[in-house]
């Protein structure tokens, strides 16, 4: 009995892995692509939030990722989890949950040479309805929204 309940499982998980749609980020890209453009704060509790343009990092790259102005940055856009060595710094890794109406983004500090950048910390943007953005950030804790500016529509 324990081998037909392992072999239905792993049909199962072979059968849904072989008719698996699109991954998340190529379905996000176009999104953000659609949401591109100036936007206005409506609301914050941060310096962070200001004025500013939603744009790709590198204008023929969206994998690069994306930037709100020049203190708001998603990037690079990559499938599940990712980690780097940031010489002098430490080692960086980074989580990225693709959602229908936005991103959650995951950052860990480890093994750095100074103790005191060990950290962890997430930040999320959602696409709200009536040309609306949110953005938030955990440490510190930032929210704002956005509207994208008339001249962008």
Same mark, same amino acid.
């Given at each position: 009995?324990?081998?037909?309940?392992?072999?239905?499982?792993?049909?199962?998980?072979?059968?849904?892995?072989?008719? %698996?749609?699109? /991954?998340?980020?190529?379905?996000?890209? $176009?999104?953000?692509?659609? #949401? +591109? =453009?100036?936007?206005? !704060?409506?609301?914050?509790?941060?310096?962070?939030?200001?004025? %500013?343009?939603? /744009?790709?990092?590198?204008?023929?790259? $969206?994998?690069?990722?994306? #930037? +709100? =102005?020049?203190?708001? !940055?998603?990037?690079?856009?990559?499938?599940?989890?990712?980690?780097?060595?940031?010489?002098?710094?430490?080692?960086?890794?980074?989580?990225?949950?693709? #959602?229908?109406?936005?991103?959650?983004?995951?950052?860990?500090?480890?093994?750095?040479?100074?103790?005191?950048?060990?950290?962890?910390?997430?930040?999320?943007?959602?696409?709200?309805?009536?040309?609306?953005?949110?953005?938030?950030?955990?440490?510190?804790?930032v929210e704002c929204t956005f509207k994208?500016?008339?001249?962008?529509?």
């Amino acid at each position: 009995m324990k081998y037909i309940t392992f072999a239905l499982l792993a049909i199962t998980f072979t059968s849904a892995y072989a008719f %698996s749609e699109p /991954s998340n980020k190529t379905r996000f890209i $176009p999104l953000l692509k659609s #949401k +591109l =453009g100036a936007y206005d !704060v409506v609301s914050t509790n941060s310096g962070l939030c200001v004025n %500013s343009n939603l /744009s790709l990092t590198e204008e023929n790259n $969206p994998n690069s990722g994306f #930037k +709100l =102005g020049e203190q708001i !940055v998603f990037g690079p856009l990559h499938n599940g989890t990712q980690t780097v060595k940031k010489p002098g710094f430490c080692f960086i890794t980074s989580s990225l949950k693709y #959602k229908s109406d936005g991103l959650e983004n995951g950052l860990r500090m480890s093994r750095c040479e100074n103790p005191a950048n060990e950290k962890t910390i997430s930040q999320s943007i959602k696409f709200l309805a009536d040309n609306t953005l949110k953005y938030t950030l955990s440490e510190p804790s930032v929210e704002c929204t956005f509207k994208k500016s008339d001249e962008s529509k």
